[in-house]
C-alpha cells in the first residue's frame, strides 16, 4: 500500500483537495516513487539559548516529528546531528530566535555544516533578528543545502557568524529528504 493510500484512508478523499491535502498527494507521490527517505526533527519543549551567535554552536531539535525510511538518516536528539547514508539530500531548516541580548544590534545566522564543519549551503544563511532591529536585514529564517554523498555523513545545522546572544524558539524545525 502505498502512503498516499494511506492518507486517503485516514482522513477522506475529501481532505486532499485543500491546500494541505495537495502539498501532502505531492509530498507522498514523491515519496512513494522515489522511495526516498525523510525526517522531520522540531523544537517542543523548550528553548536552547545561545550565549554567543559568533561561536558555532550546534542547534538540538528535541522532538522528532514525522519519519520514513529510517535506514537512510538517523537523528541524535542528544547531539543535535543527523547521520546519512550515501545518496542525494535537500536539507531544510526554519529556526526563529527570541530574548536577544540587544535588541537593537543583536543578529543569529543559521547554515548547514558537516562534522568537519564544512559550509553545506555554499553560503547560504538562514538569519533572524530581533524586531526593533537597526542591522538594515530582513529576516530570512529560513535556509536550505543540498549535498550528493558516496559515504556515510554526519550533518547538523549550526548557529555562527551572528553577534550577541539570544533562545532558539520553540517551532524551530529542520527536515532532511533524500532524494536519490
Known sequence: MKLLDFLKVAAGEASLFSKLGIWRQKV??????HEAAYIEVVRRNSVQTIADLAAATTIVFDSTASQRGLASISYDSA????????????????VG??????????????????SL??????????????????????????????????SETVVKLVSAGGQGGADVSVGAHATVLKVG
Not at 79 to 94: I, K, M, N, V
Not at 133 to 147: F, G, M
Open 79 to 94: 547531539t543535535g546531528e543527523f547521520t546519512l547514508q550515501p545518496g542525494a539530500y535537500e536539507l531544510d531548516a526554519r
Open 117 to 150: 564543519g564544512f559550509d553545506l549551503g555554499q553560503g547560504a544563511l538562514g538569519v533572524s533578528v530581533p524586531p526593533a532591529s537597526n542591522q538594515n536585514l530582513a529576516a530570512q529564517p529560513s535556509v536550505k543545502a543540498y549535498l550528493d554523498i558516496i
Open 97 to 114: 530566535c527570541e530574548g536577544f541580548d540587544t535588541v537593537a544590534t543583536d543578529i543569529a545566522q543559521f547554515h548547514w555544516e558537516d
Open 28 to 33: 507522498s507521490t514523491t515519496l512513494d516513487a
